[in-house]
C-alpha cells in the first residue's frame, strides 16, 4: 500500500472514505457513411427527431433537478433547451448533410469536435464553460442518434463509491444517486464551477480542480477525500485510515450538534448580543447563508462582478446583482463593498500598469479615485438598489481621511445625479470603511468622524503591519493575528468606534477562526463577518462564552508581549467546555 496524496480546490466541506470510481464519460465516436441521395431527406427527419427526444430529455431533468436540487440549479437545463436551438444544432449540422450527403452521426460528431478545439483555445473561464454546456447537449443528441442509453453507468450503481472525473456535467449531476456517491474528485472545476457548487447544494464532500486525479487514481483504490483541507490520500496506510476514521466521526457529530444553533441569536450566556454576518464570494453563497443562520452580509466582494470580460458591467447589470442581494437578505443588512481590483486580485482590463509592487500600488479605492468613471456606475447601481433593502457601503483599502472625503463626495455627486434624473434611490445610505491599513487603525479616532461603522479587514492588516507578502509562504510566521501590534491596531479601532456611539465588525478570516472568538468578544467586536460553513461554529462558541470572562481574556491579552503569551491566556481562560472543543 502506497501512500500517496493529491491537492486540489476545497469545493465542498466535509470528510469521506472510500473506494474510487473512476467515471469515463461515454467516448462518443462515429463512423462516416455516405448516403444516397434519396436517403438525405431521412436522414434530416432522423436528425429533428434526436433533436425533439433531447428536448423532451432535457425538460424531463430540468423537473428532476427542480425537485432534487431547487430551482436555481434547475435552470442550467433551461439554458441547455436554449442550446438546443444554437445554428450549430439548427443550421450548420443540416445543411452539411444536405450539402454532403453524410451521416448525422459523424457529421455532428465533426461539428462538436472542431467547436472543443476552438473553445479549449479560449483563454476565458465563461466560454470554456459555455462551451461545455453545449458539449453536454450535442452528445445527449449523439447518444439519441445512436440509439445509446442515459448514463446507466452512475444511476445504477450497486455499491458506495467516490467518484473520480474528468468534470462532470450537470446532466451527470443530476443522475448521480448520493445514495452510492458519497463524495467526488475532479481533474477541472475552480469553486465557482457547477461541480462545485451542486457538491455543496448535495452536500457532499469534494476537491475539485485537481488536474490528474483520473491520471493518478485507479479504479478500485482507497481514497480519503478531505473537502474542508481540498486534498485526497491514495491507498494510505492502516493508521491513517484510523485517524481520518475518527476525523470524519468528529467532523459528522459535530456538523450535527451545529444545527439547532442555526436559528438562535449570537449571544453570550450572559446576555451580550453580537451580529454574526456573511462574507460573500460568489452570488451562489446567498441562499447557504440563510440555510447556516447569517444575520446578514458583513462583506459582499464585489470583484467577481468585474471578471472574466473584456467591459466592465454595467449599471443596470450591478444593480440587479444588488438588488437580489437585497431581496435576499430581507430585513438584514448587506454591505457592500466596492471595487477591490490590484494586490493578490485577478489582473483585468482595469489594472492598468504592471506595478513593481502590485499591493502597494493602484489597489481598491485608490484605482477607484483614479477612475471615476467606473467608480460612479457601482455607486450608482448601490444607491439604487438600497432602495429595495437595508443595503451599505463599504470602502477598502482607505489609508487617508482625505481618501475618505473624496470617495464620499463621489457619492454624493451620484446622488445629486440620480435625484436629478428622478430615478428612485435611497440618499443617506450608511457608509463605512474598512480598517486594514495600519495609518487608518492609528488615525481611526479621526475616520469615524466621517463614516457610520469599521470593519476590520485583518488579511490586509496584517499583512501592511507586519511587512510580510500574505500569500508568501516563507514569511508565513509573521502572519500571526495575535501578535500585540495587530491586537494594538484592532483595539484602537474597537476603542475609537465605539467612543463616538459607532459599532464595528471584523471581515478578515480572524473573525471567522474558532479559537479567536473569545479574545475578539473580549475586545468589543461588535459584528463577526465570516464564511458561510464556519458561521454555525462561531455562534455555537459565541453562546458558550461568557462576556465577563472575554472581557478579561481581551484585557490581559491587550498587556502581553508576545503571541504565544496570548494564545495561553485565551486556552487557559475560557470554560472547560470551549477549552476541549478549541484546543
Ligand atoms: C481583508 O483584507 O481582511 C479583507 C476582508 O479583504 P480581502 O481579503 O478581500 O482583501
Ligand atoms: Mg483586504
Not at 480519503?224 to 490520500?233: A, E, M, Q, R
Not at 495587530?486 to 465605539?498: F, G, K, N, P, S
Not at 475586545?523 to 472575554?550: H, N, Q, W
Amino acid at each position: 500500500m502506497s501512500d500517496k496524496i493529491f491537492y486540489g480546490v476545497a469545493a465542498s466541506g466535509g470528510i469521506e472514505i472510500g473506494p474510487a470510481y473512476l467515471y469515463h464519460a461515454q467516448g462518443l465516436t462515429a463512423s462516416r457513411r455516405l448516403l444516397k441521395p434519396e436517403e438525405v431527406k431521412t436522414e434530416l427527419a432522423r436528425y429533428q427527431e434526436a433533436l425533439a427526444k433531447t428536448r423532451a430529455q432535457i425538460v424531463e431533468l430540468e423537473g428532476r433537478a427542480k425537485e432534487k436540487l431547487g430551482e436555481e440549479h434547475a435552470s442550467i437545463f433551461g439554458a441547455h433547451q436554449i442550446l438546443l436551438d444554437d445554428p450549430l444544432f439548427t443550421e450548420e449540422v443540416p445543411q452539411v448533410i444536405s450539402k454532403e450527403h453524410m451521416n448525422a452521426e459523424f457529421v455532428l460528431h465533426e461539428a462538436l469536435e472542431k467547436f472543443k478545439t476552438i473553445m479549449a483555445s479560449l483563454n476565458d473561464e465563461y466560454f470554456r464553460e459555455r462551451g461545455g454546456d453545449i458539449r453536454d447537449v450535442g452528445n445527449r443528441v449523439l447518444r439519441n442518434l445512436m440509439g445509446k442509453g442515459e448514463k446507466e453507468q452512475l444511476k445504477n450503481l450497486d455499491r458506495e463509491v467516490i467518484l473520480v472525473a474528468n468534470d462532470l456535467t450537470p446532466s451527470d449531476t443530476v443522475t448521480l444517486s448520493t445514495e452510492t456517491i458519497k463524495a467526488f474528485c475532479t481533474d477541472v472545476g475552480g469553486k465557482t464551477s457547477h461541480v462545485a457548487i451542486v457538491a455543496r447544494s448535495l452536500g457532499l464532500p469534494a476537491v475539485v480542480g485537481m488536474q490528474n486525479a483520473t491520471v493518478n487514481i485507479q479504479d478500485g483504490d482507497l481514497l480519503i477525500v478531505d473537502g474542508n483541507k481540498g486534498l485526497v490520500l491514495v491507498n494510505p496506510q492502516s493508521h491513517i485510515i484510523e485517524q481520518y476514521r475518527r476525523l470524519k466521526d468528529n467532523y459528522t457529530a459535530f456538523q450535527k450538534s451545529l444545527e439547532a444553533f442555526k436559528t438562535l441569536p449570537a449571544v453570550t450566556p450572559d446576555g451580550h448580543r453580537v451580529t454574526l454576518a456573511a462574507n460573500i464570494e460568489i452570488p451562489q453563497e446567498l441562499d447557504e447563508m440563510n440555510r447556516h443562520g447569517a444575520e446578514g452580509i458583513g462583506l459582499y466582494r464585489t470583484e467577481f462582478l468585474y471578471m472574466n470580460r473584456e467591459e466592465s458591467p454595467t449599471e443596470e447589470e450591478q444593480f440587479q446583482a444588488y438588488k437580489e442581494l437585497a431581496m435576499k437578505t430581507g430585513v438584514n443588512p448587506a454591505i457592500i463593498r466596492t471595487l477591490d481590483l490590484g494586490g493578490d486580485k485577478f489582473l483585468s482590463h482595469l489594472n492598468e500598469s504592471n506595478e513593481q509592487n502590485p499591493f502597494l500600488g493602484l489597489r481598491a479605492i485608490r484605482l477607484c479615485l483614479k477612475r471615476p468613471d467606473i467608480f460612479k456606475v457601482q455607486l450608482r447601481a448601490i444607491l439604487r438598489a438600497a432602495a429595495h433593502g437595508p443595503i451599505k457601503i463599504m470602502f477598502p483599502m482607505i489609508s487617508t481621511l482625505s481618501e475618505v472625503m473624496e470617495a464620499k463626495a463621489i457619492l454624493q455627486e451620484c446622488a445629486d445625479e440620480l435625484k436629478k434624473e428622478g430615478q428612485v434611490f435611497r440618499a443617506g445610505v450608511e457608509v463605512g470603511v474598512m480598517i486594514e491599513i495600519p495609518s487608518a487603525a492609528v488615525i481611526a479616532d479621526i475616520l469615524i468622524q466621517e463614516v457610520d461603522f469599521f470593519s476590520i479587514g485583518t488579511n490586509d492588516l496584517i499583512q501592511y503591519s507586519m511587512a510580510a507578502d500574505r500569500g508568501n509562504e516563507s514569511v508565513a510566521y509573521l502572519y500571526d493575528p495575535l501578535n500585540p501590534a495587530i491586537l494594538r491596531l484592532i483595539q484602537m479601532t474597537v476603542d475609537a468606534a465605539h467612543k463616538a456611539g459607532k459599532w464595528v465588525g471584523m471581515c478578515g478570516e480572524m473573525a471567522g477562526d474558532p479559537q479567536f472568538v473569545p479574545l475578539l468578544l473580549g475586545m468589543g467586536l461588535d459584528e463577526f463577518s465570516a464564511s458561510v460553513s464556519v458561521i454555525p461554529e462561531i455562534k455555537k462558541i459565541i453562546r458558550m462564552m461568557p462576556y465577563e470572562t472575554a472581557k478579561k481574556i481581551a484585557q490581559a491579552a491587550t498587556k502581553l508581549k508576545t503571541s504565544d503569551e496570548v494564545f495561553d491566556v485565551i486556552r487557559d481562560n475560557v470554560p472547560p467546555e470551549l477549552k476541549t472543543l478549541l484546543f
